[in-house]
């Protein structure tokens, strides 16, 4: 299986500011598609996982623009230009290049 | 609005069976391929199974493989996660979600249905 890790396990982060997420793969996410197969999730408190990114830097519908994603290979980021009250919650990458698919181990973050 | 409603679950015994269901609405079922995704409390997300549009093809995590069977009514416009010999570990909370294309490889998840709490436990 491929292993997803995620950095860090926490972030606490004042509105306003900027905050990064990092996932790392045990195996390259690029399939000879030329897509990688790369997304990220929000869980919020009490629900379930929403889609934020699909295919490394495609922002799903209605994802507001502050959210963004980058990467290649096995090294992609999940960054937030400018945190929101709202945004509080954990967030997953997942690959599905391969099955089965796997998630990281999440990563909280919360508001200063 | 897309919609994915889930009912059953509950507390069954260590090697008894559930059958977890999935009502979709608000978009046409049969043009998707389908995952069940669970999770343990606190934890972390664990892909557990996934069905092709017509249920021609599906797949499994190692975890679950020769216990769980997943299936898919059409006509209903419903999923189904049929679970037998269950342990102590499988107790998570069971999530539907729609994937993104017709099959169930290379897709992403949107929307997740609510959530179901299976517990197993003697």
């Known amino acids: 299986d491929i292993v997803m890790t995620q950095t860090p396990l926490s972030l606490s982060v004042t509105p306003g500011q900027p905050a990064s997420i990092s996932c790392k793969s045990s195996?390259?996410?690029?399939?000879?598609?030329?897509?990688?197969?790369l997304y990220w999730f929000l869980q919020r408190p009490g629900q379930p996982p929403q889609l934020l990114i699909y295919?490394?830097?495609n922002r799903f519908s209605g994802v507001p623009e502050r959210f963004s994603g980058s990467g290649s290979g096995t090294d992609f980021t999940l960054k937030i230009s400018r945190v929101e009250a709202e945004d509080v919650g954990v967030y997953y990458c997942?690959?599905?290049?391969?099955?089965?698919?796997?998630f990281g181990q999440g990563t909280r973050l919360e508001i200063k | 609005d897309v919609q994915l409603v889930q009912s059953g679950g509950g507390v069954v015994r260590p090697g008894g069976s559930l059958r977890l269901s999935c009502a979709a609405s608000?978009?046409?079922?049969?043009?998707?391929?389908m995952s069940w995704v669970r999770q343990v409390p606190g934890k972390g997300l664990e892909w557990v199974s996934g069905?092709?549009?017509?249920?021609?093809?599906?797949g499994y995590a190692d975890s679950v493989k020769g216990r769980f069977t997943i299936s898919r009514d059409n006509a209903k416009n419903s999923l189904y996660l049929e679970m037998s010999s269950l342990r102590a570990e499988d107790t998570a909370l069971y999530y539907c979600?729609?994937?993104?294309?017709?099959?169930?490889?290379?897709?992403?998840?949107?929307?997740w249905g609510q959530g179901t709490l299976v517990t197993v436990s003697s």
């Open positions: 195996q390259s996410l690029l399939h000879s598609d030329k897509k990688t197969y």
């Open positions: 997942m690959q599905s290049v391969q099955l089965p698919n796997t």
């Open positions: 295919e490394l830097s």
């Open positions: 069905i092709n549009w017509d249920g021609g093809a599906t």
């Open positions: 979600a729609r994937g993104s294309s017709y099959g169930y490889r290379y897709n992403w998840f949107d929307p």
């Open positions: 608000g978009f046409t079922f049969n043009d998707f391929g």
